[in-house]
């Protein structure tokens, strides 16, 4: 792993097991972030938005994806791009956000399939690709609709999926940031009893 990708692939690092930094290594960047929804960045309110993101001292945002070739997204395009200009003109890094469980529009991929896990690298890619201005992509929800006792192969099509995803990367689009959000499933205690991963 290249240590000067970010403090924005430390926990996906720490979280795979990759992470390995020379101790000579520079520090890594601080990342200070907000996640923001359509309504957010819509034309009323992104003059605002920003406003409060820059006294707020942030320097990171992660904003909902618009659709791509047939994947889920929440976002308008043209109020995407707009908003990744405004905020990079301020010197804020933007990441896409993007819902991996939603990727056909429902809350069922199944990242034990090969076929599942290439086609959310190919929505990384293509994210990245449209909206080159994006710092890098971040991956959300990405676990399963069902909750119940963890399961080896479920976990391990997450990872693979990440990994994948990573060296795609890597390979097509050097420079761009990975992030993901993981939980424990403690969090998600409002699910009822017995919830887990």
């Known amino acids: 792993m290249n240590c000067q990708r970010g403090i924005a692939n430390v926990a996906v690092a720490l979280w795979l097991g990759v992470l390995s930094c020379p101790a000579a290594a520079q520090p890594l960047p601080e990342v200070r972030g907000v996640w923001l929804n359509p309504p957010?960045?819509?034309?009323?309110?992104?003059?605002?938005?920003?406003?409060?993101?820059?006294?707020?001292?942030?320097?990171?945002?992660?904003?909902?994806?618009?659709?791509?070739?047939?994947?889920?997204?929440?976002?308008?395009?043209?109020?995407?791009?707009d908003f990744i200009d405004m905020a990079r003109a301020q010197g804020l890094a933007v990441h896409g956000w993007i819902a991996n469980h939603w990727r056909s529009g429902k809350a069922n991929a199944n990242f034990a399939d090969p076929v599942e896990r290439a086609a959310q690298v190919q929505w990384a890619l293509d994210i990245l690709g449209a909206y080159p201005g994006l710092a890098g992509i971040h991956f959300d929800y990405i676990r399963y609709k069902s909750w119940g006792m963890p399961d080896a192969a479920k976990m391990g099509g997450i990872t693979e999926t990440i990994r994948l995803t990573r060296e795609a990367l890597d390979n097509n689009i050097p420079g761009k940031l990975l992030t993901a959000t993981t939980f424990a499933a403690a969090a998600a205690s409002y699910l009822g009893s017995g919830a887990s991963w």
């Open 40 to 81: 957010a960045f819509d034309a009323a309110n992104r003059d605002t938005t920003l406003a409060k993101i820059l006294a707020a001292k942030l320097n990171t945002v992660f904003l909902a994806a618009p659709p791509i070739n047939g994947n889920y997204g929440w976002a308008d395009p043209y109020l995407f791009q």
